[in-house]
């Protein structure tokens, strides 16, 4: 893939308020975080969860930390422990925690300590419709995003469904944080255009860091 950024510094773009975009924050540590996502599939590895409404989901799942996000016929919810096979997610690595809590610091959310990290992966054609995170108890909390490989295209709504979205691709690197009076706004992700990246082939990956409890 061309890359006509390839060695420039990272830059910021505000989105809203309470809402940034740090464009490559992480790309010098890529390899260091799809490594890390490699050892936490090993333990457990990606599935596709069914939603409530029965439809299986195109983006597969794991994560890591205290609580995961997980979604079956009967709801959504956080769980320490893997429902495909029962054990509990892996620790959240040091590298992961840092990164959140600068980016979310950076934001203007001091003191962010995650305990769950929903990792996502995309193959060509996966998406996520427009949703919001609400599962979590206090809503002061930002979320982090983390994009790598493949770029798609984020949608950034407002605080209904209806409003109009921001369309912006994220590309290997760029970090997300969203909170404040954006942290109800809903999003979600376009249908992945195949491609091949350096990194992680045909795939995408997100890290989203959220406090739960
Ligand atoms: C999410 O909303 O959980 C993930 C968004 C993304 O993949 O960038
Ligand atoms: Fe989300």
Redesign the pocket.
Known sequence: MLDLFAGEAPWQEPLAEGAVVFRRRVRDRGAAFLQAIDEIAAANPFWHRITPGGHVMSVAMTNCGELGWGSDSHGYRYESADAANGRRWPPMPALFRQLAREAADDAGFADFTPDACLINRYAPGAK?TL?Q?KDERDLRQP?VSVSLGLPAVFLFGGLTREAACQRLLLEHGDVVVWGGPSRLRY?GILPLKPDRHPLTGEYRFNL?FRKVR
């Open positions: 996520l949703h995170d979320i999003h989203t």
